[in-house]
């Protein structure tokens, strides 16, 4: 219960006039808010994909989770000066683009794309991005998993692939004149 009390002057005299207000519920609600923030906090700073949100119209990053400063190597206060153009490696006009489809639409999947690390190591990442409304502006939330290791393993499966093919290829030339030299 929250109480307020006025000392007052009434029919000429003081007077103390008493205000008494039920905040249970308000309070249950902030609690519930306040829970509720601290869960997203901790999901959002333990998780394995590299999460950061930046600023549409000036493109620097907001925040950033503890993956993506490990995935590109930055500490939280070299990230914080960062814009989105000093990692992803895809043209501006492209860029542009895709931020107006994030812009317009709410939530995309962008696909693979390619990340440069603070070392300069080309990487490649699947993203996702939504538009969220936060302090009366839109900010885009991100999420990129690191897609690298993937990539490689397919382009060594398509080399082994086309080793074999080649491989069978020249040694049934082979059998075939084997075995027209023995006829």
């Known amino acids: 219960i929250m109480e307020t009390v006025t000392s007052i002057h009434y029919k000429g005299e003081r ?9 249970t519920e308000l309070k249950r609600t902030e609690e519930a808010l306040r829970e509720s923030e601290e869960r997203y906090r901790m999901l959002i700073q333990q998780s394995v994909e590299a999460i950061y949100m930046f ?34 490696v895809h043209d501006r006009d492209s860029v542009e683009a895709t931020i107006n489809r994030i812009l317009t639409y709410g939530a995309v ?9 603070k070392d300069g190591e080309l990487i490649n990442v699947y993203l996702t991005a939504s538009k969220i409304h936060q302090k009366g502006r839109d ?34 030339d082979a059998i075939y004149i084997l075995s027209l030299i023995h006829i």
């Open 15 to 23: 007077a103390v006039l008493g205000n008494f207000m039920d905040v």
């Open 55 to 88: 600023d549409p119209k000036t493109k620097y990053i907001l925040n950033a989770n503890p993956a993506f400063l490990n995935l590109l190597g930055y500490t939280v206060y070299e990230v914080r000066k960062l814009s989105i153009y000093d990692f992803v």
């Open 109 to 117: 999947s962008i696909g693979e794309r390619r990340w440069r690390r």
């Open 139 to 172: 900010i885009i939330f991100a999420i990129g998993r690191d897609v690298t290791e993937k990539k490689r393993a397919e382009e060594a499966l398509r080399e082994s692939e086309e080793r074999y093919h080649t491989l069978f290829r020249d040694s049934r």
